[in-house]
């Protein structure tokens, strides 16, 4: 990121040129970042890491720093991470780590929903029930009924939740072909518009 720069002043056929000397205060403060950088990618799962297409070099200490304790070798490997991450460009990584963070915070978004609907199906029954068909009409009513009835059964006898299980993933499919179904028609109206404007 910081390299010595130079600064030149034209006079006449003359250049003259003067060394700025790298701002001390700038590359540690560089650095920290750097560092908790290095402590978000140590915690992230080999998928995600790998995704990230780091220099081996790098890798192979997040890899390593991932599964040390909290001590002063850590640290120091940490630090030896902010230091290689410094010489090179991190903005790419830094971007496919965005995508992650968003992706990951839509799959809690996602099982929250989930929950709360099978909740309300287990609790509220019918009610719950038709409000959700009136939401999702290509849901399938009788089995939904069938699972909220073993589910409340086993409620009351404390007996394990399968049926609450059952419905937990129905619903995640169902909540999630209905998203596809919405980026598909989003997708076509993109296109559609974009067609529309070329005819024009």
């Known amino acids: 990121m910081m390299e010595q720069e130079y600064l030149y002043e ?7 040129y003067y060394a700025v000397r790298p701002n001390k205060t700038l590359i540690k403060k560089e650095i ?15 998928a995600h890491l790998k995704s990230l297409e780091l220099p081996e070099k790098i890798h192979k200490a997040v ?42 915070a839509h799959v809690v978004r996602e099982h929250h929903v989930t929950e709360r609907w099978r909740d309300r199906l ?10 959700l ?13 069938h699972l909220v009835r073993n589910a409340q ?12 299980r ?6 995640k499919a169902l909540f999630s072909a209905s998203e596809d179904e919405a980026n598909d ?9 974009k067609d529309e404007e070329v005819d024009d």
Not at 153 to 164: G, H, M, R, T
Not at 166 to 171: D, G, H, S, T
Not at 185 to 193: I, K, L, P, S, V
């Open 63 to 104: 890899v390593e720093v991932s599964v040390m304790k909290l001590n002063g070798a850590r640290k120091r490997l940490l630090k030896f991470i902010a230091g290689q991450l410094h010489k090179m460009d991190v903005d790419p990584i830094l971007e496919r780590l965005a995508r992650i963070k968003t992706q990951s």
């Open 166 to 171: 059952l419905i937990y993933q129905y619903l």
């Open 153 to 164: 059964k086993e409620a009351e006898l404390a007996a394990p939740p399968k049926s609450s």
């Open 185 to 193: 028609e989003a997708e076509y109206d993109e296109f559609e518009e």
């Open 133 to 145: 068909m009136d939401e999702h009409p290509q849901a399938d009513r009788q089995k939904l009924r």
């Open 122 to 131: 287990i609790s509220e029954g019918n009610d719950a029930l038709t409000e």
């Open 32 to 46: 920290g970042v750097l560092f908790k950088l290095a402590e978000e990618m140590s915690v992230l799962s080999a």
């Open 10 to 16: 034209e006079q006449e056929d003359e250049v003259e």
